[in-house]
């Protein structure tokens, strides 16, 4: 049984930064893509960021480009996403999804395996 666990979350001020942690169980990360999504209070699910499963290739959205920078260590089965300079609409239940297969995605139905959320609160 495939398992993500989320870490790292909490509360930071504006212009803070934030390491989120993804550590996946039950099969080996190598061989798929990852993501990380948000959801913020009365909104839905949105993409964050991907990487392919070498970590060659990354994408993210243009709301937390050149501020977020997501990254993977295959050999510790573990994604991450780097979060500097927060702002406040940055705040939002942050999960880190399994991809079903190798190549970067940016919507979520291509995702099928998801993580139980960490929260991140950033205030002003």
């Known amino acids: 049984q495939v398992q993500l666990v989320e870490s790292g979350g909490g509360l930071v001020q504006a212009g803070g930064s934030l390491r989120l942690s993804c550590t996946v169980s039950?099969?080996?990360?190598?061989?798929?893509?990852m993501g990380w999504f948000r959801q913020a209070p009365g909104k839905e699910r949105e993409f964050v960021a991907a990487?392919?499963?070498?970590?060659?290739?990354?994408s993210c959205a243009d709301s937390v480009k050149d501020r977020f920078t997501i990254t993977r260590d295959n050999a510790k089965n573990t994604l991450y996403l780097k979060k500097n300079s927060l702002k406040p609409e940055d705040r939002a239940v942050y999960y880190c999804?399994?991809?079903?297969?190798?190549?970067?995605?940016?919507?979520?139905?291509?995702?099928?395996?998801w993580g139980q959320g960490s929260q991140v609160t950033v205030s002003s």
């Open positions: 999804a399994h991809a079903y297969g190798s190549s970067l995605e940016r919507v979520s139905t291509n995702y099928g395996y």
């Open positions: 039950g099969r080996p990360l190598s061989s798929y893509a």
């Open positions: 990487i392919s499963w070498s970590g060659s290739t990354t």
